[in-house]
């Protein structure tokens, strides 16, 4: 159980959500490629190969390196798609996507926190495209997500402006933190991937959900509470009454550039050559 209503004499509090295998079943990237193809943004090649990745990431979730190859191929995927047809695509098929993959017991936390008066932040390394009208699904006060350039033709260029991933997550939850006011001491995080162990060391109430080997590991080691996600449901059938979220999604996402997520990646793969076998 949570903790009591926040005392609003105190400083505000948070609780940080990784969105895919912590919130949703899925990849939330991945799971729009079919929509895509259907869209005319990829071919049948493209959309089988993004159909192979999101079985990969269901079975065993994507190493580091794996996750750079993908990070990669997605951005030279995306080079030259047109933002607001995406927007578009992800609009039209959002609720047949997301809503049966959302987990119940996710879904429940972030209620939970709400009612103990505290903010919800999706902090996300898939496409802004993709993760906000996700957040705004989920009623999420706040959106972390990775951002891609935008051209002035309103295309994707295929660079990346901000990249959410490992360090830079962490340095965004801290910058929220600051701008917001949290008292991150108080503050709590959920994540499946050990590329977020920066981002739950940054809180006083870290999670692991539904954890890879290596989060396990850690949440073990230091006791963190080990969560265990399997119940997607509706949110139709959480609230028969559902049709917009109570709260609207509130994008905040720092201004930290190429440097910070070279950054990041380094951190990752010196933290694995260290780590014991």
Known sequence: ML?????????????????????????????????FYQGGLINRRAALR????????????????????TREYLSALVRGWNVQQVKEII??????LIDPIIYDEAASLIEEHHTAGRDVVIVSTSGAEVVEPIGELLGADRVVATRMVVGEDGCFTGEVEYYAYGPTKAEAVKELARSEGYDLA???????SATDLPMLEAVGHPHAVNPDRALRREA??????????????????????????????????AAIGAAAATAGLVWYANRRRSAPA
């Open 3 to 35: 903790g009591l209503v926040e005392n609003h004499s105190l400083p505000r509090t948070a609780a940080f959500f990784d969105l895919d295998k912590t919130v949703i079943a899925k990849s939330s990237t991945l799971t729009f490629g079919k929509s």
């Open 50 to 69: 993004t159909a192979y990745a999101q079985f990969v990431f269901l079975v065993g979730g994507l190493d580091h390196d794996q996750m750079e190859r």
């Open 91 to 96: 609009a039209e098929t959002l609720h047949d």
């Open 186 to 192: 108080r503050c709590y995080a959920y994540s499946d």
């Open 220 to 253: 073990l080691a230091r006791g963190w509470p080990i969560l265990d996600f399997h119940r997607p449901v509706r949110l139709k059938q959480r609230f028969p009454a559902f049709s917009v979220p109570p709260r609207p999604a509130l994008v905040a996402v």
